[in-house]
């Protein structure tokens, strides 16, 4: 099947549901800039000579923020401020289906919050976001640009002196419960799982597609994704995710 036939049946599927949910990665937000972690181009290869000694995964792990602050926080503020990145096609097509009330959730595993700069509101963010911050002492939150715009190496909150970090989930941390239980009760619930932009290689995230028991299962991912055996796929399109809405936004 071509591609525009594929997109022509994604439409058919749309249209004859309002209980979709959006399960993306971060293929989703690569075409806004953002570069994601495994990819060649991707933040794991472009580091930067002053964090070559150290593991990719432990610049942005609870051990890092823990042991060597200094380190994470300027490896968080030079890699992870994504304040003037803006919302391609895909995050305003997705937030466009919900104001249609398609579209019952977006679960994301991004934490550059675009989902909701585009008008998104029902978003369940597995890892968190960076448009958060709170001291780990006193519990006081603060906004997106508090650590960013810090003078100091590592931000300290002016009220009890604790450290104050971002509303990120870090290697070795637990998911967020809250948006987990969300999480996976929008996937048991929902029609329609569109699965777009991830390689479905992060866990346990990737794992919370298990759940899904509806009608269709839809993929939008580059490359080709290997699923459970017990889930069958009704269509993959295999190109970039906002080219695909895109299109076929132009159907209607």
């Known amino acids: 099947m071509e591609l525009y036939e ?3 049946k994604l439409k058919e599927i749309i249209d004859g549901s309002d209980n979709i949910v959006f399960f993306g990665g971060a293929g989703v937000s690569t075409e ?3 570069p994601d972690f495994r990819s060649k181009d991707g933040l794991y290869n472009n580091r930067g000579v002053e964090f ?3 593991p990719p995964e432990y610049l942005l792990s609870h051990s890092c923020i823990t042991r060597e602050p200094k380190v994470f926080f300027e490896f968080y503020r030079q890699k992870m401020d994504a304040r003037h990145v803006k919302p391609n096609a895909a995050h305003f097509y997705l937030a466009e289906l919900e104001k249609a009330g398609k579209l019952k959730a977006v679960i994301t595993q991004n934490i550059d919050g675009l989902h909701q700069k585009a008008g998104s509101v029902n978003v369940y963010e597995l890892h968190g976001t960076t448009l958060k911050n709170y001291c780990v002492k006193c519990g006081k939150e603060y906004p997106e640009n508090f650590v960013f715009d810090s003078k100091d190496p590592v931000p300290l909150c002016p009220v009890c002196g604790g450290t104050v970090r971002c509303d990120v ?3 070795e ?3 967020p419960e809250t948006a987990v239980q969300n999480a996976v009760s929008a996937i048991a619930k929902a029609e329609v799982l569109i699965i777009g932009g991830t390689s479905l290689t992060v866990y346990p995230a990737a794992s919370f597609i298990g759940y899904f028991r509806g ?3 839809v993929v939008i991912n580059k490359d080709p994704l290997t699923l459970r055996l017990d889930q069958e796929k009704d269509l993959e399109i295999n190109a970039p995710i906002g080219e ?3 299109a076929l936004k132009k159907l209607n």
Do not use: A, C, D, R
């Open 6 to 8: 594929k997109i022509k």
């Open 32 to 34: 806004s800039g953002v």
């Open 173 to 175: 941390e637990s998911l």
């Open 52 to 54: 070559e000694k150290y």
């Open 169 to 171: 989930t870090l290697y």
């Open 244 to 246: 695909v809405f895109s």
């Open 215 to 217: 009608k269709h299962l």
